[in-house]
Every structure is written in structure tokens, then in C-alpha cells.
């Protein structure tokens, strides 16, 4: 069973940035057709953010268009999310996701927190 661990996630200010990662336990992340990424704030439902596919340009919620970045970094096998500009409003757990073939992967989280 794959399992997709984050990284990168801690406490920002305002107009800063982070970087998150997400790990395969197994294989290349170039595996998944399909990956994404997802957030979910203490109370509210999780959303999605961002999703990169082969052969696809990415895709953007229209909260983080412009401010966060999709890619897979093949020398460290991850995929990565760059958060530039946050804002508190950005403050949640972060989640990706991954599809391998029919089947469909979630990592743990990790939690972001942007100080105004």
C-alpha cells in the first residue's frame, strides 16, 4: 500500500511564502496520472487547490491562482506546492492526493498557519 507523506508546512507571516512537499513511500511520484492538493480549516469542508496531470496543463482554484504553484520535483521524487503572498485566510491543513490508476491516495497533513 503507497502511502503520500507532507512536509514543509509551520507558521508564516502574512505576505510570506512556504514550500510543501509530498512524498511516496514507494516508486516515483510520476506514477500518478492524477495529483493534487487540498486544504481544510478547523470547521469547514476540505477544498481543493491545485491538480497537475500528465499531459495537462495545471489547474488552480481561483483562491490561489497566481499565488501557489503545482509541480514534481523528480530529483527529490515529490510533489511540491510553492505558496507565495499567503494570507491568514490560508491558514488550514494541507492534504495531496494521488491516482494510480484506479485506485486513489490521501496523505496525513500537515498544518499551515499564516500570522497576520
Known amino acids: 500500500q503507497v502511502q503520500l507523506v507532507e512536509s514543509g508546512g509551520g507558521l508564516a507571516q502574512a505576505g510570506g511564502s512556504l514550500k510543501l512537499s509530498c512524498a511516496a513511500s514507494?516508486?516515483?511520484?510520476?506514477?500518478?496520472?492524477?495529483m493534487e492538493w487540498y486544504r481544510q480549516a478547523p470547521g469547514k469542508v476540505r477544498v481543493f487547490l491545485a491538480r497537475?496531470?500528465?499531459?495537462?496543463?495545471?489547474v488552480y482554484a481561483d483562491s490561489v491562482r497566481g499565488r501557489f504553484t503545482i509541480s514534481r520535483d523528480a530529483a527529490n521524487n515529490t510533489l511540491v506546492l510553492q505558496m507565495n503572498s499567503l494570507e491568514p485566510e490560508d491558514s488550514a491543513v494541507y492534504f495531496c492526493k494521488g491516482f494510480q490508476s484506479l485506485r486513489m491516495f490521501w496523505g496525513q497533513g500537515t498544518q499551515v498557519t499564516v500570522s497576520s
Open positions: 497537475i496531470a500528465r499531459g495537462s496543463m495545471p
Open positions: 514507494s516508486g516515483s511520484i510520476f506514477s500518478f496520472n492524477i
